[in-house]
């Protein structure tokens, strides 16, 4: 059987290494500690909500790279 501080040492780290703040992790798990899931899981859907954003910001960023890639080729230079 796993120990408790085990487990709890692996949901921080599974929470830092999804790009949780220190600051965030620890909310997190005072509310894990506390009962208070629903609040909990507000807080995950919040970050997961965030880090979308970012591949998002990223994924257009990346097409205007393409595009810019694809016209150049396509004119034979700049």
Do not use: W
Not at 4 to 19: F, P, S, Y
Not at 57 to 77: A, V
């Amino acid at each position: 059987m796993a120990n408790a501080a085990d487990r709890i040492a692996c949901i921080r780290e599974n929470l830092l290494d999804a790009g949780m703040t220190d600051e965030c992790a620890e909310k997190c798990m005072r509310m894990l500690d506390e009962g208070d899931i629903p609040a909990l899981e507000r807080l995950l859907e919040q970050h997961r909500r965030e880090l979308l954003d970012e591949v998002h910001k990223y994924t257009s960023q990346l097409d205007c790279l393409d595009y810019f890639t694809y016209t150049m080729k396509k004119n034979g230079g700049i």
